[in-house]
């Protein structure tokens, strides 16, 4: 996606920007909101809750691009679709007029252009690793997820891929749809001992990212 048209738009405009601090909430599933955010720096997680209570986990969110999904165009209030919690120190989003933002994207083919592509390609890996958690197992879903993550956060070192970001083997279970983080902390382990991976600074460092990968389906 050409993210400058949308670099464009917000620089020709003058939007707040709400600041939010880590593990504070953008927003609560179903509860209602009139306006559209931007994320502008930061990183954020997107997840929903399940009617027994436990959290599903979406995806982690970096760089600039839309975080709450647009619904219809003319209803002013729509009810949040997921939460959107802060996992960076501080996060800063732009907050728009969810029905001015589609006015100004009717009025613009790039912005038109752009939103297409947006929810094409979100769709897209929305479907693909709908698959990949659904034929992989829990033990491949983990290895997705940590796949995920260096494709997201990985740092090459000497040693390997340093996935430059603390996240714990709870929230890797909310990713993966797993009950237990017991049941992560053996696969971490099991994969520890292969040689795929150690713990630094409780930061995950791949050391082998072939082992990882030899247990996705793709």
Request: charged fraction near 25%.
């Amino acid at each position: 996606m050409e993210k400058q048209v949308l670099q464009d738009y917000l620089d020709s405009h003058s939007f707040p920007v709400v600041v939010k601090s880590k593990k504070k909430y953008l927003m609560y599933e179903g509860l209602q909101d009139s306006s559209a955010y931007i994320l502008k720096k930061g990183i954020i997680k997107t997840s929903v809750i399940s009617h027994d209570g436990r959290e599903f986990n979406l995806r982690y969110i970096t760089g600039l691009e839309i975080v709450s999904l647009l619904r219809d165009e003319y209803s002013k209030f729509i009810d949040a679709p997921f939460n959107i919690r802060v996992e960076s120190q501080t996060a800063e989003l732009y907050q728009i007029d969810r029905v001015q933002f589609w006015k100004d994207i009717n009025q613009s083919p790039q912005l038109q252009n752009y939103v297409k592509e947006y929810y094409r390609v979100n769709l897209l890996q929305s479907m693909k690793k709908m698959q990949q958690m659904l034929m992989n197992g829990k033990f491949g879903a983990v290895c997705t997820q940590l796949y995920e993550l260096y494709e997201l956060f990985g740092v090459k070192t000497n040693e390997g891929y340093l996935i430059d970001f603390v996240i714990t083997n709870e929230e890797i279970a909310h990713f993966c749809g797993i009950t237990s983080a017991s049941s992560v902390n053996r696969m971490m382990q099991q994969l520890r001992e292969s040689g795929a991976i150690t713990i630094q600074h409780r930061k995950i460092l791949i050391k082998n990212l072939d082992a990882i990968k030899e247990n996705m389906v793709v």
